[in-house]
Every structure is written in C-alpha cells, then in structure tokens.
C-alpha cells in the first residue's frame, strides 16, 4: 500500500496595521501573517505542529517573528 505523508505548510495573512518597525525605524504598515505547519497524509493536514507568526515591514521588506500576543496587540491597534 501506497501512503504519500509530508509536512504541509500555510501562511495566511491576518491584516496591515500600522506599528513602528523594529528594524528601519519607520512608522509604516506591517503585514501580519500566520504561519501553521501540519504533519499530513494524502496532502491533508493531520497533525497540527504550532503556529507561527511574523511581521513584514512594507517600508524595508524585513520580515520578524513576532509572538501572538504581539500579533494581536498590532492588529487590535489597526481598529
Ligand atoms: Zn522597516
């Protein structure tokens, strides 16, 4: 039997809000996503293994990792 099992990864973006950028400094839109791996079998996601989330800076491109709470706090600003 033929089982075809990976690992599957998926970024979702959550919103801009505007935050000041750790790296250049400028107070300019930030581009919030969420990153999710799974362990899957047949291209389905089975076992979820974490999430993570991350930052990019529209002004220099410089993307962070940035902890859920800080992703929250940034998009909680934006409204
Ligand atoms: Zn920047």
Redesign the pocket.
């Known amino acids: 039997m033929l089982v075809i099992f990976g690992f599957k990864n998926s970024s979702r973006n959550l919103g801009l809000a505007q935050a000041t950028?750790p790296?250049?400094g400028?107070r300019?839109a930030q581009r919030v996503d969420r990153r999710k791996r799974a362990f899957s079998v047949f291209f389905i996601p089975i076992v979820p293994l974490g999430s993570s989330y991350e930052a990019t800076?529209t002004?220099?491109g410089?993307s962070t990792g940035i902890s859920r709470a800080q992703a929250e706090g940034i998009l909680a600003a934006a409204y």
Do not use: D, I, S
Request: with cysteine; proline share 0%; aromatic share 0%.
């Open positions: 950028c790296r250049c400028h300019a800076c002004a220099c410089v």
